[in-house]
């Protein structure tokens, strides 16, 4: 079976930083992309942030120089580093990746709440 475990979320003030983690598992095929989304309460979920097999990487403008996406392939987890937290990234971050079978897997959502 297959499953995206995320974890970091929680409480962070204005200026400061979380790491969230998306450990996956039970992915026979090869994943190609891996990505970051939000969605704030009465919200669509957006794109945050992605990466591709070759590397390459593109950030919503809202978070453009203040996150960064990243992977560690030998343990199959991507983790998105948040820097100089705004109370506007206020959401429940999704974890997505996609598969040469042209599959798309979720994870199950963390909590990430900005406040002073």
């Known amino acids: 079976q297959v499953q995206l475990v995320e974890s970091g979320g929680g409480l962070a003030q204005p200026g400061g930083s979380l790491r969230l983690s998306c450990v996956a598992s039970?992915?026979?095929?090869?994943?190609?992309?891996t990505a970051w989304y939000r969605q704030a309460p009465g919200n669509q979920r957006e794109f945050v942030a992605v990466?591709?097999?070759?590397?390459?990487?593109n950030y919503a403008d809202s978070v453009k120089g203040r996150f960064a996406i990243s992977r560690d392939d030998a343990k199959t987890t991507v983790f998105l580093q948040m820097d100089r937290l705004r109370p506007e990234d206020t959401a429940v971050y999704y974890c997505?990746?996609?598969?040469?079978?042209?599959?798309?897997?979720w994870g199950q959502g963390t909590q990430v709440t900005v406040s002073s």
């Open positions: 997505k990746i996609g598969t040469s079978q042209f599959q798309n897997y």
């Open positions: 990466k591709t097999i070759g590397g390459v990487t």
């Open positions: 039970g992915i026979t095929s090869t994943i190609l992309t």
